[in-house]
């Protein structure tokens, strides 16, 4: 089995060319590494709209087996109770915005987010590529899908999409936003939480070389909350709020509603 990387000849978000060698993160010590893959992470700065962006994404065999293994944290029903008052915390700030509707959840993980939005009544479906987790939600009866998201053909408008610590896995993050966009109702809200490589934290770690993210082997992005709010509004989505996520370490979250 050969798994290596599709390289990127171009920036994933501006198409530009003019790219520069970045830091080299070592992804060898990580629990999901295999050592058919890379054990290094190129990470690549591009010179026109400064995103930071791995030199290029997994092929099909490399994802097989990175999704052999899952994380306890991202198996369906881990610290369920626990995970249930985090993920009440993200549901309040979007009712306040929209409080019903179809709610999808990409990457949908331990399944907390989707069972906490059913709770407060919303239709739940959720997107993700390993198979256990997509197998143990639809045993629950809750609609689920082990595919891309663009492979996916939803009958209803979605009223909320949420992408917690999901797009920075994405290879091309640009066309998912304008998928989702088009998939959108009117009033659409959107909520997004990644790593942010521009807090002090994030610079302290690097400095310190102890920056889990360089060689966090599912990553293919590092995104600033600057590049990240450009990316929204080029995708057609206005920024309501920004806050810091309580999932992972140095990590922001943003709601944005789709332009009218």
């Not at 089995?1 to 070592?26: H, Q, W």
């Not at 290094?40 to 026109?48: A, D, E, G, I, S």
């Not at 256990?132 to 492979?151: H, S």
């Not at 909320?160 to 966009?181: C, F, G, R, T, W």
Request: aromatic fraction near 10%; hydrophobic fraction near 35%; glycine fraction near 6%.
């Amino acid at each position: 089995m050969i798994a290596t990387r599709i390289f990127y000849n171009k920036c994933p978000l501006c198409d530009s060319e003019d790219l520069r060698k970045a830091v080299i993160g070592d992804c060898s010590k990580h629990p999901l590494y295999k050592e058919q893959i890379p054990s290094t992470m190129q990470w690549m700065n591009c010179q026109n709209c400064s995103h930071q962006f791995v030199d290029g994404y997994f092929n099909n065999e490399a994802l097989d087996l990175i999704f052999e293994k899952t994380h306890d944290n991202q198996k369906v029903g881990y610290e369920i109770e626990k995970q249930r008052f985090i993920s009440s915390r993200i549901v309040e700030k979007i009712i306040t915005y929209k409080s019903s509707g179809l709610w999808l959840d990409v990457g949908f993980g331990n399944g907390s987010l989707i069972f906490t939005a059913k709770e407060y009544g919303f239709k739940v479906v959720g997107v993700d590529l390993r198979k256990d987790n997509v197998e143990a939600l639809k045993n629950l009866g809750i609609e689920a899908y082990c595919d891309k998201l663009e492979q996916v053909d939803f009958k209803t408008k979605i009223s909320v999409a949420s992408l917690m610590d999901v797009l920075e896995h994405i290879p091309y993050p640009k066309q998912i936003l304008k998928l989702l966009n088009s998939k959108m109702d009117e009033s659409g809200c959107l909520i997004i939480s990644m790593p942010n490589s521009e807090s002090i934290i994030w610079n302290l770690m690097s400095q310190q070389n102890q920056n889990p993210y360089l060689g966090e082997i599912e990553h293919y992005h590092n995104f600033s909350r600057t590049r990240l709010f450009e990316l929204l509004e080029e995708c057609g989505f206005k920024i309501i709020k920004y806050g810091i996520s309580e999932r992972y370490r140095v990590c922001m979250e943003i709601i944005a509603s789709k332009k009218q």
